[in-house]
């Protein structure tokens, strides 16, 4: 049963442009929400979050917007860079462990 | 530097034989996890230590243990490995409580021969 899902497992966008993340998820408990990043051979570090009691959280180039009634979340990049090309997790803690959603593989092409 | 320090980073062994995995860290974070990660899947997490309480996930396989001798260190040992049993598993620490922001290592790939 995965509670949190990012439907789709890569996105390929060009330098400049915008990349948009999604994540949803089924459990309405959940009211906080992590996004990680991960390179290759590298263990994935924390990126942005944003609580239950706010819609959306901005932190230079990264804003994160979260839907509470379509239980769905978003992670912006803008503009995007080469660096930014790794793997995005989403994720929620509930009760003693936190949950992960597949990834995405983003792709920033120069 | 580096906060959550796993070794080593690609481990070989073959069908059966134990192996261990080790993680320490510098951050004196009460939590310490381990996660398995196959390709193109979530992260899942196999067990947690609250301080020393050690905290087991209901689905993960009898042939996995863990020890944490202390605050730093925190070992996975994998009795007999399987095939399905590659992958990369990931130490990380928090210290806010359980389900925080977490800090993770680099990771061990593991492969069974």
């Known amino acids: 049963d995965q509670q949190v899902k990012q439907n789709s497992p890569s996105l390929s966008v060009q330098e400049g442009r915008i990349s948009i993340l999604n994540c949803d998820y089924t459990n309405s408990m959940f009211d906080y929400f992590l996004w990680y990043k991960k390179y290759p051979a590298e263990g994935p570090t924390f990126l942005i979050s944003?609580?239950?009691?706010?819609d959306k959280n901005e932190d230079g180039r990264f804003t994160v917007f979260l839907n509470k009634s379509a239980k769905h979340l978003s992670l912006h990049i803008v503009p995007s860079q080469p660096g930014d090309s790794a793997v995005y997790f989403c994720?929620?803690?509930?009760?003693?462990?936190?949950?992960f959603g597949e990834g995405t593989q983003l792709t920033v092409n120069p | 530097d580096a906060m959550v320090i796993q070794n080593p980073r690609y481990q070989v062994t073959q069908f059966g034989k134990p192996v261990t995995l080790s993680c320490s860290q510098t951050l004196n974070h009460n939590v310490m996890y381990w996660y398995q990660q196959k390709s193109s899947q979530a992260p899942k997490l196999l067990f947690h230590y609250y301080d020393k309480d050690f905290n087991n996930e209901a689905d993960t396989p009898d042939n996995f243990q863990s020890r944490r001798p202390n605050t730093s260190f925190c070992f996975l040992d994998i009795r007999s490995p399987g095939l399905g049993d590659a992958a990369m598993y990931l130490c990380a620490t928090s210290s806010v409580g359980v389900g925080e922001k977490l800090f993770f290592g680099s990771g061990t790939q593991l492969s069974v021969l």
């Open positions: 994720a929620s803690p509930s009760g003693s462990r936190l949950t």
């Open positions: 944003i609580s239950s009691i706010k």
